[in-house]
């Protein structure tokens, strides 16, 4: 279910579209990219960067939150996640708990075949283990 953004969650979205460019993912093909709002125009980009060992992988998400944390910031306000066009890209499962260590009710924008999807991260993982239970 697709939903019309607001202009400040489109920007982010077209932002995380941006980074996507960046993706490294020669081996699923699979280019996904991040942005994170850290407040005050502050915004932390990730793209998935994959590997020959597959499983070392890291997601669009994640690395968009490394990347704050090492320039000093620590509240996230929202995230946009732009996957391949036309594809369902909402945040893995261990995304969502990384995520969930800052600020479990954050907004998160994402695409499904449709468009975008504005939810909450509440939404996303309900009870979550974080430090703010
Ligand atoms: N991926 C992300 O970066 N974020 C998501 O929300 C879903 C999956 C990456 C991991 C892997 O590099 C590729 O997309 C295919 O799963």
């Known amino acids: ?61 994640r690395g968009a939150v490394v990347a704050a944390i090492a320039a000093g910031f620590r509240r996230f306000d929202a995230i946009a996640v732009a996957g391949p066009q036309g594809e369902l890209t909402s945040p893995c499962g261990a995304c969502r708990q990384f995520l969930a260590e800052f600020n479990p009710s954050m907004t998160v924008v994402y695409t499904d075949r449709d468009g975008p999807v504005a939810t909450t991260l509440a939404e996303l993982l309900p009870h979550s283990f974080n430090p703010f239970v």
Request: net charge negative.
């Open 1 to 61: 279910m697709s939903t019309t953004l607001s202009p400040e969650l489109d920007e982010l979205l077209s932002a995380a579209r941006d980074a996507r460019e960046r993706a490294y993912a020669p081996y699923s093909n699979f280019r996904v990219g991040a942005a994170l709002d850290a407040g005050d125009g502050n915004v932390f980009f990730g793209s998935n960067v994959e590997n020959a060992s597959y499983g070392l992988s890291i997601c669009a998400e």
